[in-house]
Nanobody, 115 residues
Framework: QVQLVESGGGLVQAGGSLRLSCVAS????????MGWYRQAPGKLRELVAT???????NYADSVKGRFTISRDNAKKMVYLQMNSLKPEDTAKYYC?????????WGQGTQVTVSS
């Protein structure tokens, strides 16, 4: 089992920045991939960004150039730096861990961007 706890969400004005953090605990194996997904009310959960244990990254087109994903393997943490936030970024953001065919989710942290 792997447990994920997110933090760093909140309310911010359009154009502002937030940094999300996620700490993993439990049976962490390497290689793995960690990432951030988001779900807005009435919409499906969508990928925001992922990063492998070798630091290979992938971003949704909608956040490229504005968001940066990073990780600290020693601390078992993954981060999402979000800049130039837009109202359409408003969603609950979920941390994900995937390895050896298993996937785990955190409880999510709310990000609200006001116009």
């Amino acid at each position: 089992q792997v447990q994920l706890v997110e933090s760093g969400g909140g309310l911010v004005q359009a154009g502002g920045s937030l940094r999300l953090s996620c700490v993993a605990s439990g049976s962490i194996v390497v290689p793995n991939a960690m990432g951030w997904y988001r779900q807005a009310p009435g919409k499906l959960r969508e990928l925001v960004a992922t990063i492998t244990s070798y630091s290979s990254t992938n971003y949704a087109d909608s956040v490229k150039g504005r968001f940066t994903i990073s990780r600290d393997n020693a601390k078992k943490m993954v981060y999402l730096q979000m800049n130039s936030l837009k109202p359409e970024d408003t969603a609950k953001y979920y941390c994900n861990y995937g390895a050896v065919g298993r996937s785990y989710w955190g409880q999510g942290t709310q990000v609200t961007v006001s116009s």
